[in-house]
Structures are given as C-alpha cells and as structure tokens.
C-alpha cells in the first residue's frame, strides 16, 4: 500500500514538472518574441519618422509639440526634393561610380581569390596574411596618403578618383577565397589533365559554383558605393562629379541659413528606397554567400 502510494505521488510530481516545464517554455517564447517585437519598433521608428515628416508641412514639422501623423499630407515635397537636389544628376553620378567600380572589383577580386586559392607559388601564404593584415588598419589612415597621391596624379573632381582607389578589397577576397577553397580540388587536377586553361577553368567552373558569393560581394560593393560619404566630399565634390550622399547635404538650405526639414526627409526617403528594396529581395543571396563562405578555411 505504501509503495503504491509512492508512487502515485512520484508520478503526480513528474505530471506537475511537466507542466511546469511546458509553462516556462511558452513564458521564455513570450519573453523573445516581446523583446524582438521591442527591438524592431526600437529599429524601425527612425524610418517612421523620416517618411512622417517628408509629408509634413514646415510649419507642422517646427510645432513645439511634434505630431505621429501628418495634419496635412504634403506629397509634393517628394517633386521639391527631386527638383531642389537635381537628384536625376546625383543618381546618374553614383550609379557610374557604383557600376563600374562594382565591375572592375569583382574582375580584379576573382582573379586574385582564384590565384590564392588554387595556383602555386612562392610566398603565397606570406603574402596572403600580409594581405589580412592590412584589414586591422583603419581605412581612415590611409585618407591623406591616398590624398596626396591622387593630387599629384591630377585626379581631383574626376570619375576616377571616386573609383580606382577602393577596387581592390581584402575582405571580399578573402570571402570569394574561402568559398573556393570548398569546391573539391580534383574538378582543377582533372580540367588540367584535359589541358583546360586556368582561366577557363575559372569561368566555367569556379564562377558558377560561387555565384551566391559572388551576388554577395556585387550587392555589398554597390551598396559601399552607394552609401560613400567622407572620400567623395574631399577629393570630388564639384556639381558634375558629387556623388548623392553629399548632394544631400547642402541642398536644402535656405539663404537665410534655414533648412526646410521636410523635403530633405523626402530626398533622404528617395535616396534610401533603392536600398531597402534591395535589402528586401536580395537579403537571402547576401546571407547565403557570406555562409558559404567561412566553413573551410
């Protein structure tokens, strides 16, 4: 009787942890999802009050108290924004920059992700940590010396200024060159057998299996360049060569020295449309090829 008793009681407890298990499960689900809920509000607001106020009128924008919705919706500022800024030109200018640059990086990036990974010769390894070592400076060091050279070279206010100087990046090498490193090297041994050249090999082989990688590096170079602030203000800021980040900049102030908020909001909404749309429909090829490409190493 008392061992039947035991162990009604030994599985009342079981029943009761159980159901207390199952309770703290679903109070830490409810606590995450609270809390990334939170988060995105936290996140997402800022662009909230952005597209708000390019709606608002100037006068509703300076109001003591700030309003959560526009009292009138002033869509024109979108039409003042384009008009005011020349964005046409300012969007014309960065896409030059950001397609060719986007380019000629990815050629030169293959190229040398491919000679890493797969050619021999000496002092490969050494300059390839060499190359990563560089990635520990800040790219803030090298403005002036990069300055200095691009003015003795009579670069100043040209599309090459904004261009050559940031074809070359070691992180998107490294990137391309892990991602490599995993296609099996038998695939090389046996095309050099059938005597393939190394850069057919390379196009027909090698490109297409690391093409998410390869979307990766494109979305995140036009992205660099679309984003480019600091560079293009100092070395070409004239009318026909400013890029759109700086055509923002003093766009919209007055002649009193006053700015008019709003149809800055809606050329900042302009602006940044591109690359949410973007982030929208190509996020899973930049998490894809940055995933692929840190397994082997």
């Known amino acids: 009787m008392m061992k039947e ?19 703290g499960k679903v109070l830490v689900e409810i606590f995450n999802y609270l809390f ?17 106020s390019s709606l608002k009128s100037l006068a509703e924008y300076r109001m003591s108290k700030p309003t959560f919705w526009p009292r009138e919706i002033m869509l024109s500022n979108y039409m003042d924004a384009f008009t005011t800024a020349s964005l046409g030109r300012l969007f014309i200018n960065t896409m030059i920059v950001g397609i060719v ?5 990815l050629v030169i990036t293959i190229l040398t992700a491919f000679a890493f990974a797969r050619l021999e010769f000496k002092g490969k ?10 990635m520990m400076i800040p790219g803030e060091l090298f403005t002036i010396t990069n300055y200095s050279t691009v003015t003795q070279f009579g670069w100043i206010n040209t599309y090459t200024v904004l261009i050559v100087p940031f074809l070359v990046s070691v992180f998107y090498i490294y990137l391309l060159r892990q991602n490599f490193l995993q296609i099996p090297n038998e695939l090389y041994l046996a095309a050099k057998v059938d005597g393939t050249k190394d850069i057919k090999y390379l196009w027909k082989v090698m490109v297409p299996l690391a093409l998410p990688t390869l979307i990766s590096i494109t979305i995140l170079k036009m992205m660099g360049a679309w984003n480019s602030y600091i560079w293009p203000r100092l070395v070409a800021n004239d009318e026909a060569h400013r890029m759109i980040t700086n ?27 591109p690359l949410f749309l973007v982030f929208i429909f190509l996020r899973k090829y930049i998490m894809s090829g940055v995933s692929r490409s840190g397994i082997k190493g």
């Open 125 to 134: 390894n050494m300059l390839f940590a060499g190359l990563l070592a560089t």
């Open 247 to 273: 055509g923002l900049r003093n766009a919209f102030t007055e002649t009193s020295g006053d700015v008019n908020y709003p149809v800055q909001m809606a050329a900042v909404a302009l602006v940044s449309a």
């Open 36 to 52: 990334l809920i939170a988060m995105a509000l936290i996140v997402l607001f800022p662009f909230y009050w952005m597209i708000i």
């Open 101 to 105: 640059s986007t380019l000629l990086s």
């Open 5 to 23: 008793t035991l162990n009604v009681m030994h599985a009342r407890d079981m029943q009761r942890q159980k159901k207390l298990g199952r309770i």
